[in-house]
């Protein structure tokens, strides 16, 4: 992630869609709000694209057993 991505409302809001699609099941109002917001501007797609991307990796990425 770049430092450009911290601060830009489009990832922001991608990475959010992403958090909340985790932490429980979308409802059929939040799918389609999303469904929404992704169709409105490629860059949303993108945006979410990677942020689910990002989730995946950091899901793979072994814990250090540093606690």
Request: aromatic share 8%; proline share 7%.
């Amino acid at each position: 992630m770049t430092s450009s991505e911290h601060t830009d409302p489009t990832w922001q809001v991608a990475w959010s869609w992403v958090q909340r699609e985790h932490e429980q099941p979308l409802d059929a109002s939040a799918l389609a709000e999303r469904a929404l917001w992704l169709k409105s501007d490629p860059a949303h797609r993108q945006a979410y694209d990677e942020a689910s991307r990002l989730w995946l990796l950091a899901g793979l990425v072994p814990p250090t057993g540093d606690d």
